[in-house]
Structures are given as C-alpha cells and as structure tokens.
C-alpha cells in the first residue's frame, strides 16, 4: 500500500514557494514550509520529513550547507535540489552531498512530479523492507533465551528456550533453585560477571554491545555464551533480557570469513569481497533504477618502484594509499584490493558525473601526497557506470578497458569508454 511522503520544501522567494506548495500539498501526507535554510534545519530535526526539497542559493544558510548539515543527522535522507543556471558554482558541491535530484528552473511541473513518484516509490520500498526485517528479527528472537525482570531483579518471565535450558519446569522452579540469573553466570575468563549482584544490570549496561557476553552452563553440563540484550520498559520498570548464543561454530566461522573476505597486506576487503559485494549492489542499483558507479585504478609504474626501493617499501606505499583513499571516500562505498597495485571502488546510487568528481578528487589527493622514503606516485584510472553496463561483469570490463585505455595513453589519467 502506497502511503504519502512527509515534505519539508525550503525556498526563500514568496512566489515560487507560494505556488509550489499547493501541488506539493497533494502529494504529501504533512508539508513543512521554510523561507530559508536555518529555518529549514529547525524544523527537519523537529519532524524528520521523508523527502527535503530545497533552493540552494539562499539568505542566512543556504541549501548545500542546510543539506550537509541533515545528512550528518540522516545519511539517507532522500534530497531534490531546485537550482536556476546563475547557481552553477553551487552544483559541485550540490553533487557530493549524494542528493535524489537536481531540477532547473522555472520548474517543470511534469519533471518535478515524476521525481516526486519515483522517490515516494522507493521510501515505500524501504519501508516495506524495514517491516519486514522487524519480523525476521522478531522471528529470529523467539528462539533465544529470554527473561523479564521486576524492579527488584527478580525473574517473572522467560521463553521455553530459557526453561528448556537449564531443564526446568517453570519459573517458580528456578527462582527456587538459583534465587537470581547472575548465580548461574560462570565467572571465567573475559566473561562478564558483576561485582555487585544488586546492581549487575547498570554494570553491564556501561560495557560496549561486544562485551555483554556472559557463560552459562546448560542442561547437558556443556558451558555455552551468550551476548546479552537488554531493553528497560519505562512504564512498568520490567527489563527485558534476551539471551543470544555464541556457539565456536560461530565464531569461527566469523574468523574464517574474515579470513577469506580480506586483504592480508592492507586490511581492506579483497576480490573475493568486491564480487560478491558488486552483485548485492548491482542487483539493488537495478531493482531501484538507481545509478552504480564503479572506479577501478592502479599505481603507475609500480614494478620500477618496487624494484629500485624493494617490495617491503613498496607494500608500505600500498598501505599508505589505501589509508590516504579510504579517508576520502563515503561510508557508503565499497573499496577493496582487486590484485597487485590494483584498486576498486564501488560508488553506489551513483551517476557518471558524480563518479567524475569522486575519482579527481582520490587522484588529487594521491598526487599532492608524499609517500614513504618521500616517494611521489601517480595512478591510472579507468570508471564505468550501469547506465553503460547491462550487467555487473560488463560494469568491471567497461572499467577494466577505461583504465588500459588511461595507461596507454600517457598514464596518470582518468578515462572512460563512453
């Protein structure tokens, strides 16, 4: 079922904002009107809207800044930009901010509604899959361990699982028999166990979420740990605790996928990694007609480098790129070691022309950067994008020739088969 976005439109001319809001009106659930975007930062943090649409250039903060300033709050916040031709120093940096949409004006009212669709489209899409992932999770809950606790932290409360546990018949045989759940907590190791049975949920409510690991014993005398949840109901003060084993089997199969999805030299993903990340996403891009662009780079003349400073100074440089480009790049994209001195970055719902900006802004960044032992290097770079790709193994070849195209014609270049 179609539900109707919540808006916030920020424009500071009183005709255009007039006349706009009466269609936005029909195509939103809640409209939130502001002349600028200090006013328009106000009332996002109060209302959370689904969709911003924004002027840019405008008094007291303009959009760009307006934008970022959501983005740190919501990174997936869904943006349309409305800009006229004198504004184009702002559409640089209007792109980087990852927006849904750039539209001229004066408006067209035909072009502006079907950006409006197809974003309310995809909140819709996400909505459906966050409803169900609270289902799987809810599913997925009911078949660990779980208890409530009254104020004094006694429990009232517990699944099957939990009786099943420690073979019991019911509740009353286990306040019974251990008087409280921290008597049964195996105190080992790097295990939690509290220093004060009173106060022993605040205690580990102060750890990090990788720490709430306790050990129980079960049934069958086998000790088994379980990272511990805990949410407080405010109203009643009953706590819920779910209890989530942690088999070896898990964790080393954890290990081992660590192993197998990462680069032993930089410590970025490898491409093992990188393939099965770019048939998720490539699958995502298509399904969400959204753009996908892909960057692929290697540094020039890295044999030579290697073999005038030897591989040990050449690994460190690798290392040094990775950390230098990883600390340019959205959290968003995926960047990994596709072989050797070569490099891939996945930039999702991306356009050709944003990837451009992307990959000038890493190739600055390693030109102006001085290596280890003061090494200077250059690199090649070849991007692709799905609006060119039919598939994701096309995606990488369009790349992969961008990027021999750029080492054939003179190195330190950017290319792309157009």
């Known amino acids: 079922m179609s539900v109707k976005p919540t808006i916030l439109y920020v424009e500071d001319e009183d005709g255009v904002r007039q006349q706009l809001s009466k269609l936005l009106t029909r195509f939103s659930s809640e409209l939130y009107v502001a002349e600028d975007g200090k006013v328009g930062l106000e009332l996002f943090k ?41 504004e184009s120093e702002y559409f640089i940096d209007a792109i980087e901010t ?152 898990t964790i080393k199969k954890n290990e081992l996928e660590y192993k197998a999805y990462t680069d032993e030299l930089t410590k970025i993903g490898n491409k093992l990694y990188f393939e099965d990340a770019l048939k998720k996403e490539f699958k995502l891009a298509s399904s969400n007609k959204k753009p996908l662009g892909l960057i692929m780079f290697d540094i020039d003349f890295f044999k030579q480098l290697n073999d005038k400073y030897g591989t040990k100074i050449g690994d460190s440089v690798l290392v040094e790129l990775v950390q230098l480009v990883r600390s340019s790049i959205s959290q968003n994209d995926i960047f990994a070691r596709y072989f050797g001195n070569q490099f891939v970055q996945l930039l999702p719902n991306t356009s050709k022309e944003h990837t451009l900006v992307v990959v000038n802004r890493v ?22 994008n799905t609006i060119d790709s039919l598939d994701a193994e096309t995606l990488v070849d369009e790349a992969q020739k961008a990027l021999s195209l750029a080492k054939e014609s003179g190195r330190n270049k950017i290319c792309f088969i157009s």
């Open 46 to 86: 109060k209302y959370s809207p689904n969709i911003v649409i924004t002027d840019i250039k405008m008094p007291v903060m303009n959009g760009i800044d307006m934008v970022k300033a959501i983005k740190e709050i919501s990174p997936e916040e869904h943006i349309i930009f409305t800009t006229a031709h004198s």
């Open 98 to 249: 990852h927006a849904d949409g750039y539209i001229l004006k004066p408006l067209s009212f035909q072009v502006f509604t079907n950006k409006l669709n197809q974003i309310t489209k995809q909140i819709n899409i996400e909505k459906e899959l966050l409803a169900q992932q609270v289902l799987t999770n809810e599913i997925t809950q009911m078949l660990n361990l779980l208890i409530v606790l009254d104020n004094d932290n006694n429990i009232i409360y517990s699944n099957k699982n939990f009786l099943k546990f420690f073979s019991l018949r019911n509740i009353e045989q286990f306040n019974s028999e251990y008087k409280s759940i921290v008597n049964v907590f195996v105190n080992y190791g790097d295990f939690f166990y509290p220093k004060d049975e009173k106060n022993w949920i605040d205690e580990i409510k102060n750890l990090d979420d990788d720490k709430r690991v306790v050990s129980m014993v079960n049934e069958e005398a086998e000790p088994q740990a379980f990272i511990l949840s805990i949410k407080q109901m405010e109203e009643t003060g009953h706590t819920i605790i779910i209890f989530t084993e942690i088999t070896n089997i």
């Open 363 to 384: 190739k600055n960044l390693i030109d102006n950067h001085t290596f280890v032992d003061d090494i200077k290097i250059t690199c090649s770079f070849g991007i692709s």
